[in-house]
């Protein structure tokens, strides 16, 4: 049984990430969209190399195929949220259990291949709507319902960490990566 993560990642807007190396700190919103579609090319390359199946590694860890579907949804979540935060005023946003969404989504038996092209749009779709986004719009707020706050720039670069990281939990889990 996979324990749920209860951790506050959101520290990850304040120091680099010591598993994945990215440093959202150091990253400006205004790049987060060609980010996004850096990261559905490398979905598509981990899919290429036969890295995105199903079958957890051991019962604590998701698959790479939970992972490639977790992406995709963040992708659909955070487009959702985007756009709550540049209509409302400072929105707070339905909570997400990510693990049950896994198994109530039955994520490590969908098609491998459909997921990744799901992904891809679902990236395109987030990367263009956060190229649209104008110069005082970065800063409009939203909350999650555990009380973080966020603007529109911390919530883009918080959310591309989440998504540069589980590429790197693929890797990690097939032995490909050099961190």
């Not at 959202?24 to 036969?50: F, I, K, M």
């Not at 997400?96 to 990744?116: G, H, K, N, R």
């Not at 720039?153 to 540069?164: E, G």
């Amino acid at each position: 049984m996979i324990v749920p993560d209860e951790k506050d990642w959101t520290w990850v807007l304040h120091r680099p990430c010591g598993e994945c190396g990215f440093d959202a700190s150091t990253t400006s919103a205004a790049d987060v969209a060609g980010l996004v579609r850096g990261n559905a090319a490398a979905w598509q390359a981990l899919l290429r190399g036969g890295l995105v199946s199903p079958g957890r590694p051991n019962d604590a860890t998701w698959s790479s195929l939970e992972y490639a579907c977790h992406v995709r949804d963040v992708y659909r979540r955070y487009l959702g949220r985007l756009e709550l935060m540049l209509d409302e005023d400072d929105p707070m946003f339905l909570n997400w259990d990510q693990d049950a969404s896994a198994l109530e989504d039955a994520c490590d038996e969908q098609e491998p291949a459909q997921v990744v092209g799901e992904l891809a749009d679902a990236a395109e779709g987030l990367a263009s709507r956060l190229d649209r986004v104008e110069n005082q719009q970065w800063e409009r707020p939203g909350r999650r319902s555990d009380g973080a706050s966020f603007t529109v720039d911390s919530i883009a670069r918080y959310m591309v960490h989440d998504t540069i990281h589980h590429v790197w939990d693929v890797e990690r889990i097939a032995g490909t990566t050099s961190r």
